[in-house]
């Protein structure tokens, strides 16, 4: 297609007035450059529905893309992650997407960040319009969830302050289902708010595991869960770990063979060990589709967004359905906080040993920082070096001396038998203090 009808539909639907628009949108022909120019996105995930968001976006308009992925590119991968050839096998995901489509939209500038999303600062977040997610994981849409929502406040009557939010568009698919949804922190429900809508990961008993293997994935979970350790006492298995995970599948395959069982391969047995949903190439091109969508509403106002959960199903015709959910008001992550009451004698090594109490938080191993000072870091051992003689001192005093505000804690805390990094926001009021005043405190794990 020609570069000046490439955006023909866009320029179209950002130039005209209509019935369901945005309140402020301000209908322009340079729309969409102003857009390209000032927008920065976030795509988290440069798998099967990565790819074809980072397309979209690319062809929606947006120019500032940053996308952020840990894998490496598998054979298995390129059924439906078109992003990928053969010759980038072992390659970073981010760093080829990023390439691929470069390539092919003049204009726009995509910065891979080959790595976990917890090797990166919370700010790092801060500095995106929006956040798109395509990813496979519950744990990691709860951290970016957790992280979105640490950046959202609350005046004095619990009404989120409107610079504070950072809205995000989550995606995901199942085979020929799927969903996108947008949430906008203190307004539609976040991640959290909703987390019931995935079912339970399926669990083994570990009788069925030992004695009487009837599938395939009874076999890799046997070499994961038991074989593994008893080869290996003391080590951990590491699931990124390609050495790790190829033993876990070797292993499998011979107790498959030993009792007559087919179907073991490598893609099932990363499957099975991380959990990993199976994908469809239509699935991902039609969800991707809705989520860019919205993405482009968020940030033009070109119609009212998607309020606030839509469901695909494919498997017999098509079926699409919008619901719409209610935020829960208590929640941890995106509410104004739990409230807690401390005494101004509590030091800082006080107030982390009660974030492992607390009946709502149980959390281990936080750091703290406040208004970007670190006030006590875990890691690195330098850090920790550094802020360790914090911890004797009093709380009130770090936090200067203001009698209640609200507080974020993160760190690690157990969900579902997991231990998984997580935010946490906390209503602090010290007590016998008269005023308010407010001030900013986060902690980071």
Same mark, same amino acid.
């Given at each position: 297609?020609?570069?000046?009808?490439?955006?023909?539909?866009?320029?179209?639907?950002?130039?005209?007035?209509?019935?369901?628009?945005?309140?402020?949108?301000?209908?322009?022909?340079?729309?969409?450059?102003?857009?390209?120019?000032?927008?920065?996105?976030?795509?988290?995930?440069?798998?099967?529905?990565?790819?074809?968001?980072?397309?979209?976006?690319?062809?929606?308009?947006?120019?500032?893309?940053? #996308? #952020?992925?840990?894998?490496?590119?598998?054979?298995?991968?390129?059924?439906?992650?078109?992003?990928?050839?053969?010759?980038?096998?072992?390659?970073?995901?981010?760093?080829?997407?990023?390439?691929?489509?470069?390539?092919?939209?003049?204009?726009?500038? &995509?910065?891979?960040?080959?790595?976990?999303?917890?090797?990166?600062? &919370?700010?790092?977040?801060?500095?995106?319009? &929006?956040?798109?997610?395509?990813?496979?994981?519950?744990?990691?849409?709860?951290?970016?969830?957790?992280?979105?929502?640490?950046?959202?406040?609350?005046?004095?009557?619990?009404?989120?302050?409107?610079?504070?939010?950072?809205?995000?568009?989550?995606?995901?698919?199942?085979?020929?289902?799927?969903?996108?949804?947008?949430?906008?922190?203190?307004?539609?429900?976040?991640?959290?708010?909703? #987390?019931?809508?995935?079912?339970?990961?399926?669990?083994?008993?570990?009788?069925?595991?030992?004695?009487?293997?009837?599938?395939?994935?009874? =076999?890799?979970?046997?070499?994961?869960?038991?074989?593994?350790?008893?080869?290996?006492?003391?080590?951990?298995?590491?699931?990124?770990?390609?050495?790790?995970?190829?033993?876990?599948?070797?292993?499998?395959?011979?107790?498959?063979?030993?009792?007559?069982?087919?179907?073991?391969?490598?893609?099932?047995?990363?499957?099975?060990?991380?959990?990993?949903?199976?994908?469809?190439?239509?699935?991902?091109?039609?969800?991707?589709?809705?989520?860019?969508?919205?993405?482009?509403?968020?940030?033009?106002?070109?119609?009212?967004?998607?309020?606030?959960?839509?469901?695909?199903?494919?498997?017999?015709?098509?079926?699409?359905?919008?619901?719409?959910?209610?935020?829960?008001?208590? =929640?941890?992550?995106?509410?104004?906080?739990?409230? &807690?009451?401390?005494?101004?004698?509590?030091?800082?090594?006080?107030? #982390?040993?009660?974030?492992?109490?607390?009946?709502?938080?149980?959390?281990?191993?936080?750091?703290?920082?406040?208004?970007?000072?670190?006030?006590?870091?875990?890691?690195?051992?330098?850090?920790?070096?550094?802020?360790?003689?914090?911890?004797?001192?009093?709380?009130?005093?770090?936090?200067?001396?203001?009698?209640?505000?609200?507080?974020?804690?993160?760190?690690?805390?157990?969900?579902?038998?997991?231990?998984?990094?997580?935010?946490?926001?906390?209503?602090?009021?010290?007590?016998?203090?008269?005023?308010?005043?407010?001030?900013?405190?986060?902690?980071?794990?």
């Amino acid at each position: 297609m020609a570069e000046e009808g490439r955006w023909r539909d866009v320029d179209k639907l950002l130039a005209r007035s209509g019935n369901i628009i945005s309140p402020g949108f301000d209908p322009s022909p340079q729309l969409r450059e102003e857009i390209g120019e000032l927008a920065r996105v976030l795509v988290v995930g440069a798998g099967g529905l990565g790819c074809e968001l980072l397309k979209d976006l690319a062809l929606s308009g947006f120019r500032n893309i940053d #996308i #952020i992925d840990m894998d490496t590119i598998e054979i298995s991968n390129l059924n439906r992650q078109f992003l990928f050839r053969l010759k980038d096998v072992g390659k970073s995901k981010a760093e080829v997407a990023a390439k691929r489509v470069m390539e092919r939209v003049n204009g726009v500038n &995509i910065i891979p960040h080959f790595c976990r999303i917890e090797d990166k600062e &919370i700010e790092f977040y801060n500095d995106f319009n &929006i956040i798109v997610l395509g990813l496979d994981s519950i744990e990691a849409r709860s951290y970016i969830n957790s992280v979105a929502c640490s950046f959202l406040e609350y005046d004095s009557e619990d009404n989120p302050l409107a610079e504070t939010v950072k809205p995000m568009v989550d995606g995901g698919t199942e085979g020929f289902k799927g969903h996108a949804r947008v949430i906008l922190p203190g307004t539609t429900p976040c991640f959290e708010c909703n #987390i019931w809508l995935f079912p339970p990961q399926v669990k083994f008993p570990l009788c069925t595991l030992a004695e009487t293997p009837r599938t395939a994935a009874h =076999c890799i979970e046997y070499a994961h869960l038991i074989k593994w350790d008893e080869v290996h006492s003391g080590k951990a298995f590491d699931p990124d770990d390609p050495e790790n995970m190829q033993w876990v599948y070797l292993e499998a395959a011979k107790r498959a063979e030993l009792f007559g069982i087919t179907g073991v391969t490598y893609s099932l047995t990363q499957g099975v060990v991380k959990n990993i949903i199976p994908a469809i190439a239509s699935t991902n091109a039609i969800i991707s589709a809705a989520c860019s969508l919205e993405a482009l509403k968020l940030v033009s106002g070109c119609s009212k967004t998607l309020s606030n959960y839509l469901t695909y199903n494919g498997v017999e015709g098509t079926h699409i359905k919008v619901t719409e959910f209610v935020r829960e008001k208590d =929640c941890l992550v995106c509410g104004p906080g739990t409230l &807690i009451e401390l005494d101004t004698s509590v030091t800082l090594l006080q107030f #982390i040993e009660l974030l492992g109490e607390h009946p709502k938080l149980l959390m281990s191993k936080p750091s703290v920082t406040h208004r970007g000072n670190s006030l006590y870091m875990q890691a690195p051992p330098i850090l920790e070096e550094m802020t360790r003689s914090n911890l004797q001192l009093l709380l009130f005093d770090l936090l200067g001396k203001v009698p209640r505000d609200t507080v974020h804690v993160s760190g690690v805390a157990e969900k579902g038998g997991k231990n998984i990094s997580c935010l946490r926001k906390l209503r602090v009021v010290f007590k016998g203090v008269d005023g308010v005043s407010s001030m900013d405190t986060t902690a980071s794990a």
